[in-house]
């Protein structure tokens, strides 16, 4: 009896949505700005999931901001705006968001309570969301047009 049970239990920890267990990457990213949700994409993560009899890491590179923010549509927006973040997983980590221009990160935008407050100078920006939870980081782009 003990060993058939031992056997469903290795069966189902295998399966993680059955018991329940976090993903093997970060949750998907909605930014938010004037009622509508723009396009966002995840770049490189590292990940840590502890499961019931095991742990997993995960380490994806991916391109640097810009050249990810080449494939995304701009948003137009107003200077100053608000950019709204939400994880699709519900959670709250520590976010910091960044300016790129060219290969460099050139400035840091101000953030409260997972909301971004947006560049004044005209123009398309390219902005990186660092997020960083207990069990690991991730970086997302998405690109706004300054009226």
Sequence with gaps: MFVALMFILFGISGCSN????????PPNISVEIENQTIDASRG???????GLFSN??????AADPISI?????AQS?????????KFSDGSNPTITANLWEGQNQ???LPVEDSEITLPS?????????YAEW???????TFVVEVK
Excluded: C, F, M, Q
Excluded at 44 to 50: H, R, V
Excluded at 77 to 85: L, W
């Design 18 to 25: 059955i018991l329940g267990e976090p993903s093997n990457e």
């Design 44 to 50: 490189g993560y590292k990940w840590e999931t502890k």
């Design 56 to 61: 997993t890491g995960v380490i994806a590179d």
């Design 69 to 73: 923010g080449e494939d995304l549509i």
């Design 77 to 85: 927006v107003e200077p100053n705006s608000t950019a709204t973040v």
């Design 106 to 108: 050139t400035k840091t």
């Design 121 to 129: 100078d005209k123009g398309r920006h390219v902005i990186e969301i």
């Design 134 to 140: 207990k069990n690991g980081r991730a970086s997302y």
